[in-house]
């Protein structure tokens, strides 16, 4: 079958349960459009202009530029196996965790990537309320509807997406920074944090890294798609470092000018700026809130129903609708106002997952065949020892990053468990064996 076919037809298969077949693969810039547009959003604004309103404008960009490089060293590497295997993030995760253990994994990531979507789907509603009086309830079903119905076209809509969403960001980011420059201070490099027991650096780098962990650790979901691995480490860098960083510095840049009331709180939510400026430029904030926050929470509910699909045995396509109504129903019970503990939840418990798996698939078993067991026991003591010393560094060294803290132990922690437990080869040794 020709790529050019296969590109024709409006739905393609989702390959929630096998490899994707090389003839479905995708170009690169189809795969890099899918990263691209995800982070340009108004979360990353909100995120640049929360680390700038703490640390300052320097150490804040020089915070995001950090969290950015770390995001893509993990999600890179996993990209680059996803690439070359085809495989999504719960067959891989079978590999790693096992036949049943994956379950835990998957599960807690398909759930989380759920709250993402949920919480997207909120801040719709409450920015189209908060900037232009529109009725709460309301903004946030039709949010919820249209984020829904296009994740059920697939990756082929995820990716028309990014064309759409990374330009218009752009545009809109442009147009706030020259307004913001207009009755605001110039003078942003010398912005200075001005509220008492300022987050750290460390705790910065570690709020970057958690706006991503969750669906930077499914990113096979998403570069299964590419023709290699070159291909699909290639199409992360649009995300991490470059529209990530962009996005975020947005909004530090908003915040740095002194035109937002509260940043501590608010952050870099730049659409007070462009509210009340005529007719136009209202349609066009408009158009893009939908389109933004719909591309963050399109792919969430992506990752979400190839989860899903894939544990319930189930197409990716009616999963869709269901997680994206429940999703709906919890963006409704006001899931927005946990945001920042939310990040914090996410920063500790899932970079590690991340480091296993790169340790297993692409530096210890890189070239054993995949004789899956039932458990792998290893793999979730790395994962709880790891999750444990960041939590610990989360309490008692908050002037660490916690993101870089658990990733750095699992892959430690993993390279020491495969001296004494080898991987599930075709032997079957070690602790493995006795499964």
Known sequence: MSTNNVDKKLLDPEFEHTPVPKEYRKKL?????????????????VIGGLITA?????????????????????????????????LNFSLTAQRTFGRKGYYLIS????????????????????TMHGSFGASLLLMT???GVLYVAVTYVGIKALSFLGWIAAPF??????????MAFQSGNSDILNYHPHVSNAMSFGAAVTLVFAGFADSGTMTADFTRWAK???????????????????????????VATGVIPNPASTGGDFMSVLAGHGPLLTVLSILFVFINLGSVGTHCLYNGAVGWSHMTGKKMRPITVIIGVVGLIVAVSGIYNHFFN????LGVIIPPIGAIIIMDRLVL?????ANLVSWRPMSFIVWILSAAIALYCNYFAPHLSVAVVGLVSAAIFYAIGNLFVKGDTSKNSGMEKAV
């Open 141 to 143: 079903v039709i949010g």
């Open 169 to 178: 960001y752009i545009l809109i980011a442009i147009i706030a920074i020259t």
């Open 342 to 345: 939310w990040l914090v939840l």
């Open 29 to 45: 810039s189809s795969v890099a459009a899918v990263w691209f547009g995800f982070p340009m959003v108004l979360t990353s604004a």
């Open 228 to 254: 290699n691995g070159r291909e699909g480490a290639l199409s992360t860098i649009f995300a991490f470092p470059i529209g990530n960083f962009i996005a975020e510095l947005v909004g530090g840049i908003v």
């Open 107 to 126: 599960g807690l990531l398909s759930t989380v990537v759920i709250g993402w979507f949920a919480l997207q789907v909120g801040l719709t509603g409450a």
């Open 54 to 86: 703490q640390l300052g404008f320097k150490a804040g960009a020089l915070a995001m530029l950090v969290g950015n490089l770390l995001l893509f060293v993990m999600v890179g590497l996993l990209s680059y196996d996803a690439g070359r295997s085809g």
């Open 365 to 369: 078993r890189k070239n054993q065949p």
